[in-house]
């Protein structure tokens, strides 16, 4: 699956011993239990929309959230097995050896929960969540990944242009 196909949120998965379907139901099973992931069988355009409608269900928990491409890419790790909001699972798997590039700040403008950042010597600004925008910060290291263009690390110094595995 590839980054522009998957719905955010995504929901990271512990650890399971298997995943199987039956009659459009997916079960999770662990080493302690067994629990339903999913009933496509009900209405809803979304795994919460249809997991509100799973009363009586032992429903699988989910603990961690990813809410943007730029957490998936920066946080998870190879072979992380996550469920997008849309139902579908996936393994995220780092094949993409990205750039990555440090631009000076010029300005932070805040609007509501988002914060536009604009930089001397990059023309595009980024849009990005205020919480994690701090004004202390100097420089934003930025990937490209595919078509996105993504905030990846506020720093307060300037660091050499790098590639990773993302």
């Known amino acids: 699956m590839e980054l522009h196909e998957i719905v955010f949120p995504v929901f990271k998965m512990r650890q399971y011993n298997k995943l199987e379907t039956i009659d459009n139901i997916v079960h999770v099973h662990t080493h302690w239990q067994s629990y339903v992931l999913d009933n496509r069988n009900l209405q809803g355009d979304t795994i ?19 809410k943007n491409p730029r957490d998936l890419v920066v946080s998870a790790k190879t072979n992380d097995t996550f469920v997008d909001n849309s139902g579908a699972i996936f393994k995220y798997q780092k094949t993409k050896r990205c750039d990555i590039l440090c631009f000076e700040i010029k300005s932070v403008i805040f609007a509501n929960s988002k914060a536009i950042v604009h930089f001397w ?12 925008c701090d004004t202390s910060y100097k420089y934003a290291c930025i990937v490209k990944y595919g078509a996105y263009y993504m905030l990846y690390s506020l720093e307060e110094n300037y660091i050499k242009p790098f590639k990773k595995r993302l």
């Open 48 to 66: 919460g929309a249809r997991r509100l409608k799973m009363r009586d269900s032992n429903i699988y928990p989910f603990k961690t959230i990813v």
């Open 121 to 132: 010597e990059y023309p595009t600004p980024l849009v990005i969540p205020s919480n994690i």
